[in-house]
């Protein structure tokens, strides 16, 4: 009964655990806020749990008497704290047919995890993250993930990662979440890495973990996310003794042909016809050529194409270069999986989402299945219907007009299947 209600409203500062709901045109989602303050700085986290969101941070907090602007999933929202303070209600900035939110104060929720800040070295880098340990296993061994992200400037806090090691440990996994290099609280670049250098940040973790005598392993494994798929598998190879191995919309392509697909899929996704298509791809493919070759008379062809295609509406799809100095992460980073795949020890879990532009399984699926088999492990592959890049559905207008409530609007979902497929896989040991 210590968690009933005794969250309040005080001062500047908004405090408590916020249910309720996200609206638009008579089509609800659930979602939830756990508001706090930090050094006197007002911060929060939001879950949308049918979307797979746990323990994101509020993009953006601006309190002032009973008025709050936040930022979060669905954009910015203008809201009002009502009389008592224990009711928000809000509407959003941008969106048309509006969206409308409507929480209320509810009883504190406590976290399925104790979470630990750790942090561990790859040579001269040192690398910062947290330790989820959860709370139905405490002094009994579990299974732990380490989770390798996908490209860009991904962190501990970042969105999809979080909500991933919340919902691992709630399910009785440990999880070891670390800021990718350049990022949050760890050094390095992650801009200027390889392939190669994110993958010995990786097996880091693993030692890391491994040299806790203090915590109880079964397993340990590494859940490598998107271009994650390309360094997990490389870090596996690299610490013999890894457990399992999670491919999550990893390529089984090379770096070169995943952007070559991205190109041909993204654009047939938005709608654009097939010559324009055939065009982007073409010029993609010149581009790669210039990138393997480096020879003037390629440069003198790309740079002519270049200048023809600048100012199409589609040239946001392709890679426009400045100078040359814009090749070197692609001649770095000029890395096809077979060989590593091929020479997997470990059992492992392919997941593809059904229509994902980025990795279609179409063009991955079969390959990964010939690699995994030449390498002799047990492995599954699994498409999760339904789903993007993301691994969450589509959202939108279900049918032609707001004719509400015979035409309505589909939140964006993640499926069961997606996170059943790895508790399954994991438990296997």
């Given amino acids: 009964m210590l968690f009933l209600l005794l969250n309040s409203v005080f001062g500047q500062n908004l405090e408590g655990r916020f249910e309720g709901a996200v609206s638009r045109d008579g089509s609800i989602q659930l979602v939830n806020f756990d508001f706090y303050s930090e050094d006197g700085v007002q911060k929060g986290t939001y879950e949308i749990p049918e979307n797979g969101s746990f323990d994101v ?55 399925p995890y104790i979470k630990e800040e750790i942090s561990f070295n790859n040579g001269s880098v040192n690398l910062s993250g947290m330790l989820y340990n959860p709370k139905n296993r ?16 991904q962190d501990r806090f970042s969105p999809y990662y979080i909500s991933l090691g919340y919902s691992l440990a709630k399910n009785g996994f440990g999880v070891l979440l670390y800021d990718k290099r350049g990022t949050g609280l760890s050094s390095g670049n992650f801009e200027s890495a390889s392939m190669e250098d994110l993958a010995n940040d990786a097996v880091a973790a693993m030692n890391y973990l491994e040299n806790r005598k203090d915590i109880k392993k079964l397993e340990i494994g590494f859940l490598g996310t998107s271009q994650g798929g390309w360094i997990a598998p490389i870090a596996a190879n690299k610490y013999k003794n890894c ?56 440069w003198k062809k790309l740079d002519k194409f270049s200048r023809e295609i600048e100012n199409r509406d589609w040239v946001e799809y392709v890679n426009i270069p400045e100078n040359k100095n814009d090749f070197e992460w692609w001649r770095n ?10 020479n997997l020890n470990c059992r492992t879990l392919c997941l593809f989402g059904e ?4 990795v279609p399984p179409d063009k991955n699926e079969n390959l990964m299945r010939e690699y995994l088999t030449s390498a002799g492990i047990e492995f599954e592959i699994k498409v999760i219907p339904g789903t993007l890049h993301d691994m969450k559905t589509f959202q939108g207008l279900n049918g032609d007009n707001w004719n509400w409530p015979k035409v309505y609007w589909e939140w964006r979902k993640q499926p ?4 059943d497929n790895i508790i399954q896989f994991i438990n296997k040991n």
């Fill in 333 to 342: 980073n000029n890395y096809n999986p077979e060989t590593i795949l091929k």
């Fill in 138 to 153: 405490l002094g009994q061994p579990v299974n732990y993930v380490i989770i390798v992200h996908g490209s860009g400037a």
């Fill in 355 to 358: 229509y994902d532009p980025l």
């Fill in 57 to 111: 941070p509020i993009d953006k907090i601006e309190l002032k008497n009973d008025t709050l602007n936040i930022k979060f999933y669905f954009g910015n929202f203008f809201c009002f704290l009502n009389g008592n303070k224990d009711e928000i209600t809000g509407i959003s900035e941008k969106w048309n047919p509006k969206i409308r939110l409507h929480v209320k104060i509810s009883p504190a929720k406590e976290k």
């Fill in 243 to 298: 457990d399992f191995l999670i491919l999550n919309v990893g390529p089984a392509v090379s770096v070169f042909e995943q952007d070559i697909n991205r190109v041909e899929y993204t654009m047939n996704n938005d709608g654009w016809d097939q010559s324009t298509i055939d065009s982007a791809v073409s010029y993609t493919e010149l581009y790669f050529q210039y990138v393997k070759d480096n020879s003037p008379e390629t």
């Fill in 416 to 419: 069961n299947s997606f996170l």
